[in-house]
């Protein structure tokens, strides 16, 4: 889940970390208000969840709460890469003695937080990374025991920074290092985050980002502390018809979990897919074998039937879909029989034809003996763990191109 | 969207001298984990929608008497 900068900033706040006087705002007059109570110069920042704000015309400086609202009316317009702000933000223009680089990411290969600091703020830490790579500290934390001060100051001192610099900015690569791990973030950075001609350190820009299957559990930040609404999913984009079905269908059945997207998605291959990394995995599969998939999917946590037939019947339904593709890893809860119902009765309600519909059913696991068996009454090839991922998705392909599988 | 359809894959019966007994009734409908079996004022009342549903755990075989209830699979034509 992402964070807008003005939410990012809060939580930024609330774990401790100084940040400027800011206000968040969602008219002109809000902005002139706050502009007042800052005094000076500020800065008005679009409120979106895309990059190139800047380029676009998002973010402008201002002289006066009157200039500041003017410009406040134009952003609140201004639409940026397909997004509508969902409000300004009106910062103090800072008067900046040095950027630098704040940020705790997931390391997915360590299985720990990653503490990153940079004495080069203000641009991606990605390109200092690859330009300036002497200038980038690295730094991992535990997940489980607290993270000690002396573990930033590590990271820290790794780039070349000392003195009263690395004392001020050490607190604030731990307490990122603490929210990120608290808050179930998957992304926690401060850039830049500024040294002020007063010596003192704030941050100026954040940007947070959640791990979607703890949005249920941090409900006191979500809920109470940002106050973001249940049904705000921050998905960059509208939700199609097919994957608004596919999650009432979902919700309307504790058993097991379905999920399907579409965004982007063309093709003529439907996905049916899942199970422990497996839909990515299969897409791929398709994809780099010259197949089109029409949609992502996953299926799992052994699915009722009408789950599974619910999902499979959106599929099919969708524009272009000619042949279903049923793919998984290797299932341990989920049952090879219930999903093999399921599809089958999906081909069946909609009065196709199983055998010539499901391209491939490719589900190694619990009960296949007996999804074998429902499988081949209805003329549907099935695979088990001797067909691996790639070759089942290679056959689906086939299948759809008309070339002999 | 199309009807949905039901019994495509299980059948399930039960025998009518143990269809009315209300113990019967009452204890089928407790032991299904899919809903098959409803307990409808005393007699057994099988639950359409829910057949297809059946994951073969045999819990309603043991809670009647003995060849009471049969689960029948019609894609491969055995009984449980």
């Given at each position: ?266 093709g003529?291959l ?15 599969a398709v994809r780099n074998q010259g197949g089109k998939p ?31 593709a ?33 391209a491939i ?31 089942a998705a290679g056959r689906a392909v086939a299948k759809i191109q008309?070339a002999?599988a | ?80």
């Amino acid at each position: 889940m992402r964070f807008f900068e003005f939410e990012a900033r809060k939580i930024v706040e609330l774990a401790g970390i100084p940040v400027t006087k800011y206000g968040f705002c969602t008219t002109p007059e809000e902005a002139r208000a706050v502009a007042a109570e800052i005094g000076g110069p500020v800065v008005i920042k679009s409120q979106v969840l895309t990059g190139g704000r800047m380029k676009a015309g998002g973010v402008k400086f201002a002289d006066t709460p009157e200039e500041a609202a003017e410009h406040a009316a134009a952003i609140l317009q201004l639409e940026i890469n397909g997004h509508m702000p969902r409000g300004v933000l009106v910062d103090p223009k800072a008067e900046v003695k040095q950027e630098y680089y704040a940020g705790v990411v997931w390391d997915g290969t360590a299985k720990r937080p990653l503490m990153l600091f940079s004495d080069m703020g203000g641009i991606d830490i990605e390109e200092v990374a690859r330009t300036h790579p002497d200038h980038v500290g690295r730094g991992h934390v535990s997940n489980l025991f607290p993270i000690p001060d002396f573990e930033a100051k590590q990271a820290i001192a790794a780039t070349g920074v000392s003195g009263s610099q690395l004392n001020r900015a050490t607190p604030i690569l731990a307490r990122l290092a603490r929210l990120f791990r608290e808050n179930d973030m998957t992304l926690a950075e401060i850039n830049p985050l500024a040294e002020l001609t007063d010596g003192s350190f704030v941050a100026l820009d954040a940007h947070m980002e959640m791990e979607n299957e703890a949005v249920g559990r941090q409900k006191r930040l979500l809920r109470g502390e940002l106050g973001i609404a249940e049904d705000d999913d921050r998905e960059p984009y509208e939700h199609s018809k097919f994957e608004e079905a596919v999650a009432a269908i979902d919700a309307a059945d504790h058993r097991g979990v379905i999920q399907g997207k579409d965004h982007g998605f063309t093709g003529n291959l439907g996905l049916v897919i899942g199970a422990g990394g497996g839909s990515l995995t299969l897409t791929d599969a398709v994809r780099n074998q010259g197949g089109k998939p029409a949609n992502y999917s996953e299926i799992g946590g052994n699915p009722s039937v009408a789950k599974a037939c619910g999902l499979a019947k959106e599929v099919l339904e969708k524009d272009g879909v000619e042949k279903i593709a049923v793919m998984m890893s290797i299932v341990s809860n989920t049952r090879v029989d219930i999903v093999a119902r399921g599809v089958i009765k999906a081909c069946l309600e909609l009065g196709k034809d199983p055998g010539e519909t499901i391209a491939i059913f490719r589900i190694p696991g619990a009960w296949e003996d007996e999804g074998e068996k429902i499988l081949a009454k209805y003329g549907v090839e099935y695979c088990d763990r001797s067909v691996s991922m790639w070759e089942a998705a290679g056959r689906a392909v086939a299948k759809i191109q008309g070339a002999p599988a | 969207m199309a009807d949905q359809l039901n019994k495509v894959f299980i059948e399930v019966e039960v025998d009518a001298q143990v269809a009315n007994d209300p113990a019967i009734a009452a204890k089928l409908e407790e032991v299904c984990p899919v809903d098959i079996f409803k307990n409808a004022g005393g007699q057994v009342e099988i639950v359409d929608a829910n057949v297809d549903e059946c994951v073969l755990c045999k819990l309603c075989l043991e809670a009647a008497p003995a060849g009471a209830v049969h689960v029948r699979k019609l894609y491969d034509g055995t009984e449980l």
